[in-house]
């Protein structure tokens, strides 16, 4: 189904591309730097690509160089107190944390054919690495009062490239839309460790570690967006 969908989503964007090339002009190609924004639903500005920051460089008149890195930081903390009564009363108290982390930098190199309506292909090297851990502090009241403690981190690091192809249409020389497929083929390593402790215990102690390494090759479809040049 997926690699239906990606053919699908190559067809759109090589048809466009062909249309592009029909209709174009003698009109310039937009030249020097620009910062790229991504299009969501309902005509809403976010990150193009999954990006925090896009960059693009004009290195010469038909080849460019985009730089995009993304930073995503989390913090969670809740306390939560519950009292019951019944045939067996119970008061509990929890606490929870979590906070998790996300960087990921991509390099691609891509060259522009025709103008003002372009087709661009491409792709470059492109790294990642995430990491998680949830703390979970469980107080239960009783006779003795019984404190659980669990903690869990997920890390995970890839590395590999992506490949992209494109279409722009440039109506000014500062503004371009662009629609662009983009596939990525990723080396992965995944680490997840869980550390128990209960009352009585001395300390944390390794429950389970688990390591997963593998390739992922992702289709991550259709996105459009616009670069602003200065």
């Avoid at 119970?90 to 003002?116: I, K, N, Q, T």
């Avoid at 009585?200 to 593998?214: H, I, K, Q, V």
Wanted: net charge negative.
């Amino acid at each position: 189904m997926i690699m239906r969908l990606s053919l699908v989503a190559m067809g759109v964007v090589v048809m466009l591309a062909s249309a592009g090339q029909a209709v174009a002009s003698s009109g310039e190609r937009p030249q020097g730097q620009a910062i790229q924004f991504g299009i969501g639903s309902s005509f809403s500005v976010s990150q193009f690509s999954g990006a925090t920051i896009g960059y693009q460089r004009s290195l010469s008149e038909n080849v460019t160089w985009r730089l995009s890195m993304t930073l995503d930081l989390n913090y969670t903390s809740v306390d939560q107190a519950d009292v019951g009564t019944g045939d067996a009363e119970m008061d509990e108290s929890v606490d929870l944390e979590e906070w998790s982390h996300y960087l990921s930098a991509s390099s691609e190199w891509f060259v522009s054919r025709g103008a003002p309506v372009s087709v661009y292909f491409g792709g470059g090297p492109r790294i990642a690495y995430s990491t998680r851990q949830d703390d979970r502090a469980d107080f239960r009241s009783g006779d003795p009062v019984v404190e659980y403690r669990d903690t869990r981190r997920v890390s995970a690091l890839s590395a590999g490239a992506s490949g992209l192809l494109g279409v722009q249409w440039a109506p000014s020389d500062w503004f371009a839309l662009h629609a662009e497929y983009r596939l990525s083929a990723l080396y992965v390593r995944r680490t997840e460790g869980t550390w128990t402790s209960r009352s009585g215990d001395d300390g944390y102690f390794l429950e389970e570690t688990l390591t997963w390494n593998g390739v992922t090759i992702d289709s991550e479809g259709v996105r459009v967006g616009f670069s602003v040049y200065f």
